[in-house]
C-alpha cells in the first residue's frame, strides 16, 4: 500500500468524480483507477459503489471507515515532515486553520503573530460554520479552528486553548435617539427594530436565549448570514443590530452608527482554540496553541479589541 493510493481515495471522496480527482492528484485517469483497484485488492473490500460503466455512486460503508484511516495516515505524515523541520529550526508547511465568520477582525492579529514567529509558515483560512469545523476537523482537513467554548462538550475529542473573552454590543444609528447613551440593557434593546443574522447560526441562537430568558420576543425585519451587511443595514436604515464588541473596532465601518455596551446580563463568551487529540501533538497545531496560550496570558487580543 502506497501513500498515493489513499490520496487517489481522498480524492476520488472529495471530488466525487474519477476524472476531478485524477485532474487534481495530476496523474491520468486510468492510472488513478488502476491506484484505487489495487487498494481494493490489498484490503479486500470495495471502496466505491459502481454502476455501468464503473459510474460512481457513492462510497461504501468499509470505504468511509478506509477513508478516516487515510486521513489519520497522511496527516500523520505531513506531520512528521513539519516536525523534522522544526528540529531542525526551519518548520515550513502549511496551517490549515478554520474559524467562525464573527473572528474575521480578531484573526489578522494571531495570523500576524503565528507569521512573525514562523516564517517558514504560510496559512489557509477558512471561514465556515461550527457544525462544518467539527467535520473539517474530524477529517483531518484542519489543523486546528477558532470557535466559542460552549461547544467543549460537542468536541471531547478536541483539545481546548482559550484565547479572549468576547462580549456583545448593540450597533444603533448615530441619531438624536440615541446621542447620551453608551450602553444599554438587553430589555430595552428589544423594543427597537432589528436586523439580525439568520436563525440558525450560532451567534443568533445566544442571542435569542438571553432574550427568552428576559421574558422578550424580538422578530427582525431582516435576518442575514452576514455581519457586515447587517452593520451596513445599520449604516444606512433605521435598523439596530448586535455583534460582537470587537466588531465596533473596525474604522470606516461605523460612519453614521454607534456602539452601545449590553448589560443587565453582560454577557461574554470564551473563544477558543481547538485541535484533534493525538498522542504527540502535530507541529502545525502546536504552533498555533503556542500563540493562543501567549495572547490568552498576556491578554493582548482583550486589550486590542476592547
Known sequence: MFLR?????????????????????????????????????????????????????????????????ARLILANCNAMHDDIGDM???????????AMPS???VLPIILQRIRSAYPGVSVDVHFVGNDELKVSLDKYALDCAITYSDHEDEMSWCNAQPIFEESWSLLVPDSYEFENLEEITWKDASKLPFAMLRASMHERRLIDNIFRRLGCQVIPKIESESILHLMFQTQYTELCTIIPTHFTRMPGLL????????????????????????????????????????????????????
Not at 481494493?40 to 471507515?65: C, V
Not at 531542525?88 to 478554520?98: A, E, F, S, T, V
Request: charged share 30%.
Open 5 to 69: 493510493q489513499l490520496e487517489y481515495l481522498i480524492a476520488v471522496i472529495e471530488e466525487d468524480h474519477f476524472g476531478r480527482a485524477a485532474e487534481r492528484c495530476n496523474v491520468k485517469q486510468p492510472s488513478l483507477s488502476n491506484g484505487i483497484k489495487q487498494l481494493e485488492r490489498e484490503l479486500g473490500i470495495t471502496l466505491f459503489k459502481r454502476g455501468r460503466g464503473q459510474r460512481l455512486y457513492g462510497i461504501t460503508e468499509e470505504g468511509q471507515k478506509v477513508s478516516r484511516w
Open 88 to 98: 531542525k529550526h526551519n518548520l515550513q508547511g502549511r496551517l490549515r486553520i478554520g
Open 103 to 105: 473572528m474575521s477582525p
Open 255 to 306: 460612519d453614521g452608527t454607534k456602539a452601545l455596551l449590553l448589560k443587565e446580563p453582560s454577557v461574554e463568551k470564551t473563544v477558543s482554540l481547538f485541535w484533534v487529540k493525538t498522542d504527540n501533538i502535530m507541529p502545525m497545531p502546536r504552533i498555533a496553541e503556542k500563540i493562543a496560550k501567549s495572547l490568552a496570558e498576556t491578554r493582548e487580543l482583550q486589550k486590542y479589541l476592547y
